[in-house]
């Protein structure tokens, strides 16, 4: 099946730093990836989708300079996370397109804590 | 009104027993539909796949569409204890990759 790697799984930061988390699809090119954001007991949210070679397209109320994501490969791609914030502590999950159909292919999740 | 509804649950039940999850949504653009599962702590595992209405099965994992009632559902027949997780339903249009997911119903399956 297909294998979507995600790193580091958890990291503690303090505030003001910034975090970078990246996404890759192990098994199969990816030209699209998505970037999620989910609250304790909570479903996922949706923050950006990632293009290869293009911008990203960031979700209504998701802040672009606060969450800097980069697609620069067809099987990777990076979360930024600038000036982190205690606000900003979540678990963040990226998940990669079946590049044959319209399934999503999830990482394991950072959980980010920011003190 | 959200555009997937799903009973958060808490489900519990026995060993053996059937879990029966659903979810419901709002808009008719949706075309395929997934379920998942989610461990405590990690991310989510697609369990099933569908884009057309009727039923799909995968060993002890039945899933059902109804496209005119707008209702998914998801069977797990003889539960294990390792069954036990979060399950989401999710479900996209075909004009883009986006999914929509349900709120996810903690399933706990006693030994």
């Known amino acids: 099946g297909a294998v979507v790697s995600q790193h580091p799984s958890r990291v503690i930061c303090k505030s003001g730093t910034s975090v970078k988390i990246e996404c890759r699809s192990l098994?199969?090119?990816?030209?699209?990836m998505f970037w999620y954001r989910q609250f304790p007991k909570k479903s996922l949210m949706l923050m950006a989708t990632?293009?290869?070679?293009?911008?990203?397209?960031?979700e209504q109320g998701v802040e672009k300079d606060k969450f800097l994501i980069n697609h620069a490969s067809l099987t990777l791609s990076t979360l930024t996370v600038t000036s982190a914030h205690p606000e900003d502590s979540s678990f963040y999950i990226c998940?990669?397109?079946?590049?044959?159909?319209?399934?999503?292919?999830f990482g394991a999740g950072t959980r980010l804590s920011v003190l | 009104q959200k555009e997937v509804e799903q009973d958060p649950g808490p489900l519990s039940v026995p060993e053996g027993a059937i879990v029966s999850l659903n979810c419901t949504y709002s808009?008719?653009?949706?075309?395929?539909f997934m379920w998942y599962r989610q461990y405590s702590r990690k991310g989510p595992e697609l369990l099933m796949y569908?884009?057309?209405?009727g039923n799909k099965e995968d060993g002890r994992f039945t899933a059902q569409v109804d496209k005119s009632s707008k209702y998914i559902s998801l069977f797990i027949r003889d539960s294990q204890p390792s069954d036990s997780a979060t399950y989401l339903c999710?479900?996209?249009?075909?004009?883009?990759?986006?999914?929509?997911f349900g709120a996810g119903t903690t399933v706990t399956v006693r030994a």
């Open positions: 998940s990669a397109r079946d590049p044959g159909g319209f399934g999503q292919y």
């Open positions: 098994d199969f090119q990816a030209t699209t």
């Open positions: 990632s293009n290869e070679g293009s911008k990203a397209t960031y």
């Open positions: 808009n008719s653009a949706f075309q395929y």
């Open positions: 569908t884009y057309s209405s």
């Open positions: 999710a479900m996209g249009r075909s004009n883009d990759y986006k999914l929509s």
